[in-house]
């Protein structure tokens, strides 16, 4: 009863599909920053956020797009890359043959109808790549033109489903450590078929991803991957280890989804821009977008985690809480009341406890100021669309549409 009071309290506070419209563009922070930058720009959140939740059920929000302007309607993101999609997903599941029935069948479980999910990263990857197409010189032949053009989306593709590799292959590792037994609204590939081919199979991906890498042969581009796939296992660790300390810390726990979210989407988009030919400028606005998309994604992750349902998740609500995973709605929860330190101290062990949390973030403003956040960080990712040098291209202004609509898809999305 408190659980189901708790889910009506919260979708009372934010007021419906309407209530974050995104009608008023939010003042960002500054963008492309090194990288070696990145994570301390994550870390330092408050610059990100609203001080005080006080007023914000006065506030409302919107994306700025003057500068695609020339794409008048919404587009579906996903539409307009579904064609290529399906080359992606037939290469994926060519990919992940072996000649053990076992190892493959576990390996491409995923990748089958009704369990691969929506794509995703490879449908930003996708759309980044047509946003950032530049004209062909008239001085170069119509025929080499086209093979270079081809040849140059054969590559983009590739990393993409270099991307989706990794990213599955961190999925089947992720539910084995955290003993799930659900994914994607069936059963997880450790509950079906056990831990070890689980652990294997994600393995196998990675193996097969690192051989697609080395085919593109681009140092850069294989070095931003890599760094990917560590920071996977370094968000992972940050997870499992955490302190007393640090589990308090809204700093740590952004950090930390930098590396277990954002890191992969962030990497890659910049690795489709240098792959494009694009300048250092350009690949880090790549960057900045999916850095920051990636980071709005988990965000609300988080939320749904505790607003959501079981049937639209495709998993159990509150797994978060329930493997004493302290997320961003609580941490905001916690600054408004903070005797919930104390339950958090306790652990979530027992049902008592977990209710003596809900309440707590019931009565805050957590779940608000964490769709707040996220909705920064999307009017973040725009702006790095936005700074992306004018095209007179109307294919390409549909495409920069279509990753300004991804955003939005983001944040009101609710699975």
């Known amino acids: 009863m408190l659980r189901w009071g708790f889910r009506s309290l919260c979708r009372s506070r934010t007021g ?45 929000y919107q994306i700025d797009q003057d500068k695609i302007s020339a794409a008048k309607e919404p587009v579906d993101p996903f539409a307009l890359v579904s064609d290529e999609l399906s080359i992606i997903t037939n290469r994926l599941q060519s990919m992940v043959v072996s000649e053990v029935p076992k190892l493959a069948s576990a390996a491409e479980y995923f990748f089958k109808v009704g369990a691969e999910g929506k794509k995703f990263r490879p449908t930003v990857l996708l759309l980044m790549a047509s946003a950032l197409s530049m004209p062909t010189p008239n001085s170069i032949a119509v025929e080499v033109a086209s093979s270079f053009q081809k040849n140059m989306r054969t590559r983009q593709q590739r990393v993409a489903e270099i991307t989706e590799m990794i990213h599955v292959a961190s999925l089947l590792h992720d539910d084995v450590l955290d003993g799930a037994d659900t994914r994607r609204g069936i059963g997880s590939l450790n509950f079906v078929m056990g831990n070890k081919l689980a652990v294997l199979a994600g393995d196998f991906l990675l193996s097969r991803a690192c051989v697609a890498l080395a085919s593109l042969k681009n140092t850069e581009v294989v070095s931003l991957l890599a760094t990917a796939v560590g920071h996977l296992v370094t968000g992972e660790t940050m997870q499992m280890t955490t302190n007393a300390e640090q589990c308090h810390s809204m700093e740590y726990y952004l950090s930390k989804s930098y590396y277990k979210t954002a890191s992969l989407i962030s990497n890659s988009c910049k690795a489709i821009a240098l792959l494009a030919g694009q300048t250092t400028e350009v690949a880090l606005h790549a960057y900045s977008y999916g850095r920051n998309l990636g980071l709005a994604f988990q965000l609300i992750d988080d939320v749904l985690d505790f607003v959501g349902t079981t049937a639209s998740l495709g998993k159990g609500s509150l797994s978060d809480i329930r493997h004493g995973i302290i997320t961003a709605p609580i941490l905001f929860a916690k600054e408004e009341f903070p005797e919930l330190q104390a339950v958090i101290d306790k652990g979530f062990d027992s049902p008592a406890n977990v209710e003596a949390a809900l309440d707590y973030l019931g009565k805050s403003q957590g779940i608000e100021r964490t769709r707040a956040l996220a909705i920064e960080h999307a009017n973040q990712a725009i702006a790095a669309i936005n700074a992306l040098p004018e095209s ?12 300004v609509d991804l955003s939005h898809l983001v944040i009101t999305r609710s699975k």
Request: charged share 25%; hydrophobic share 40%.
């Open 16 to 60: 419906g599909s309407d209530a974050y419209s995104l009608k008023i563009f939010l003042p960002v922070a500054s963008l492309a920053a090194p990288l070696s930058q990145i994570p301390a720009e994550v870390r330092n959140y408050r610059e990100y956020h609203f001080q005080s939740s006080h007023g914000l059920h006065d506030i409302r």
């Open 392 to 403: 007179d291209s109307e294919d390409v202004l549909i495409f920069r549409r279509a990753l």
